[in-house]
């Protein structure tokens, strides 16, 4: 591992990452840093626990989507260990998926038959919540190293910082774009009903309550139509 010149690779895509305009490229470019900076990396994704239900992003090949679901389908595997894990593990890497039947006896050939080889997991983490884990995929067991899994620890440590600042800023703009249609939407009530704005307002949030609707999506119909849904 050539330790200077990843040095210089990980400033520049630290760099980039902060310059990404929505959380979609961030996780992107996180996958495709991670597929062409840690030695022995075929392909990376992230996947991310909402209850009991996968989701994955960013992959780079279609094999990160399908070990995903696997996990899924099963209830087993080493993202599902690095996001449930009671002892801290942050960090799984498996040499050969051959040899891990026992731990996840479902799991493993399947995804041996997929063609994986070996992998690494990577939990996404800062101090106030974790994310979901950083997955990176080799065809060939052994394919990573001591050195390949602080390379990736160093890329998921700044991943999650990245991670944890685009989803910061897609939830503000999208809580201004929220405000925003529903104020036009309340204008528009007001307009067409002769309605104050505290009774327009009121009009939106009882049928938003009322029929189990969100209240952006009640003011956005209203906004294409003059009325609620």
């Given at each position: 591992?050539?330790?200077?010149?990843?040095?210089?690779?990980?400033?520049?895509?630290?760099?980039?990452?902060?310059?990404?305009?929505?959380?979609?490229?961030?996780?992107?470019?996180?996958?495709v840093a991670a597929a062409e900076?840690?030695?022995?990396?075929?392909?990376?994704?992230?996947?991310?626990?909402?209850?009991?239900?996968?989701?994955?992003?960013?992959?780079?090949?279609?094999?990160?989507?399908?070990?995903?679901?696997?996990?899924?389908?099963?209830?087993?595997?080493?993202?599902?260990?690095?996001?449930?894990?009671?002892?801290?593990?942050?960090?799984?890497?498996?040499?050969?998926?051959?040899?891990?039947?026992?731990?996840?006896?479902?799991?493993?050939?399947?995804a041996h038959a997929l063609g994986?080889?070996?992998?690494?997991?990577?939990?996404?983490?800062?101090?106030?919540?974790?994310?979901?884990?950083?997955?990176?995929?080799?065809?060939?067991?052994?394919?990573?190293?001591?050195?390949?899994?602080?390379?990736?620890?160093?890329?998921?440590?700044?991943?999650?910082?990245?991670?944890?600042?685009?989803?910061?800023?897609?939830?503000?703009?999208?809580?201004?774009?929220?405000?925003?249609?529903?104020?036009?939407?309340?204008?528009?009530?007001?307009?067409?009903?002769?309605?104050?704005?505290?009774?327009?307002?009121?009009?939106?949030?009882?049928?938003?309550?009322?029929?189990?609707?969100?209240?952006?999506?009640?003011?956005?119909?209203?906004?294409e139509h003059g009325r609620p849904?």
């Open positions: 591992m050539e330790w200077d010149r990843f040095a210089e690779q990980m400033a520049s895509m630290a760099r980039d990452l902060l310059a990404q305009e929505t959380l979609e490229a961030t996780l992107a470019h996180i996958t900076l840690v030695q022995g990396c075929d392909a990376a994704g992230i996947l991310v626990l909402h209850g009991t239900t996968v989701q994955t992003l960013a992959p780079t090949d279609r094999l990160v989507e399908d070990s995903d679901r696997l996990q899924q389908e099963l209830r087993q595997g080493p993202s599902f260990d690095a996001t449930h894990s009671a002892s801290g593990e942050r960090v799984v890497r498996i040499a050969d998926l051959t040899s891990t039947r026992q731990r996840w006896p479902d799991y493993a050939p399947k994986v080889g070996s992998m690494m997991g990577f939990l996404l983490f800062t101090e106030d919540e974790d994310f979901g884990a950083l997955n990176l995929y080799s065809h060939k067991p052994g394919a990573f190293t001591e050195a390949s899994e602080l390379a990736g620890w160093l890329l998921a440590s700044h991943a999650a910082v990245a991670f944890s600042s685009a989803r910061t800023h897609a939830q503000m703009e999208q809580a201004v774009a929220t405000r925003h249609v529903i104020g036009e939407a309340t204008g528009i009530l007001m307009g067409t009903r002769h309605l104050t704005e505290e009774q327009a307002f009121d009009v939106l949030r009882r049928y938003s309550q009322e029929n189990n609707i969100k209240l952006r999506e009640v003011a956005r119909q209203v906004c849904p």
